[in-house]
Structure formats: structure tokens, C-alpha cells
């Protein structure tokens, strides 16, 4: 199982991104997925969002409403749509793939997001 992250960049505040995640090794359209993210500094890594292989999606409160998961099954592609970005959504990014939501056996390398004043 494999994941392949892109779409980092640095961005000013108020901007938007897309990051992408690309998995591979496993059946796609069957897992869990979701981002998390590890601010600069800190050990820990937080959920961001997760999105069912129903669809069905959660997001942390922190981005609620500025932040969107979604999933292409044909691409086995994850994105996460980032708009109104502020100062402190700063961090690295990972992709992380499970066979139930809470369990994830995989994570990607992670992408690099930065947003400045």
C-alpha cells in the first residue's frame, strides 16, 4: 500500500490549495482516508478530515467550513480543498489510508503547506 501526496506550496493568508493523494497497493474505493497535519514545532499529528467509502465526511474544528475531502474512486485519488487559508493551518500534511475509519495502517510522506501574513 502506497501514498503519494502533491500540491503543497506557500500561499498568503486568505488563499487557497488543493493538495492530491494518490494510493496505490490496495482497493480504494474500500478504505477510510483522510489528512492529517503536524504543526511545525509540535510531535503530535491531528486529524483534519476523514471521508468514508460511503462518502460520508468529518472535519476537526478547526477547519469546518474552509477546508473539503473529497475522493475520485476511478483516479483512487484523495484531495483536500483548502480555502480562506489562515497563518496557523501551517504544517505538514499526510495523507493516511485504513480499512475502517480510526485504523490507519498507511501514510503518505507528507507535503509541506505554508501560509504567510
Known amino acids: 500500500v502506497q501514498l503519494e501526496e502533491s500540491g503543497g506550496a506557500s500561499v498568503q493568508a486568505g488563499g487557497s490549495l488543493r493538495l492530491s493523494c494518490v494510493g496505490s497497493?490496495?482497493?480504494?474505493?474500500?478504505?477510510?482516508m483522510g489528512w492529517f497535519r503536524q504543526i511545525p514545532g509540535n510531535v503530535q499529528r491531528n486529524r483534519v478530515a476523514?471521508?468514508?467509502?460511503?462518502?460520508?465526511?468529518e472535519y476537526e474544528k478547526p477547519v469546518k467550513g474552509r477546508f473539503s475531502i473529497s475522493r475520485d474512486n476511478a483516479k483512487k485519488t484523495l484531495y483536500l480543498q483548502m480555502d480562506s487559508l489562515k497563518q496557523e493551518d501551517t504544517a505538514t500534511y499526510y495523507c493516511?489510508?485504513?480499512?475502517?475509519?480510526?485504523?490507519?495502517?498507511?501514510w503518505g510522506q507528507g507535503v509541506q503547506v505554508s501560509v504567510s501574513s
Open positions: 493516511v489510508a485504513g480499512p475502517s475509519c480510526g485504523v490507519y495502517y498507511t
Open positions: 497497493g490496495y482497493t480504494f474505493s474500500t478504505y477510510c
Open positions: 476523514i471521508i468514508r467509502s460511503d462518502g460520508t465526511t
